[in-house]
């Protein structure tokens, strides 16, 4: 609301649109960066079974040695 409220201060009322839609884009891709990274630190390997945030196979990491 307050976005909004704002917008028309910003630019002309002929590129309110642009102006809105460049914004949700804009969120829409950082939204889908942030997934992408946080799925890279999530994610399995298939081959160990273990997440990519752990330093070797045999260690326990961070996240203790739930996997055995």
Do not use: E
Not at 39 to 57: C, K, N, V
């Amino acid at each position: 609301m307050f976005n909004n409220a704002m917008m028309p201060s910003l630019v002309s009322h002929k590129r309110l649109g642009t102006l809105s839609g460049i914004g949700w884009a804009a969120g829409y891709v950082g939204g889908l960066v942030s997934l992408v990274l946080v799925a890279g630190f999530i994610i399995a390997d298939p081959d160990t079974g273990q997440d990519p945030a752990r330093s070797q196979p045999g260690d326990p990491g961070r996240y203790g040695d739930a996997g055995r």
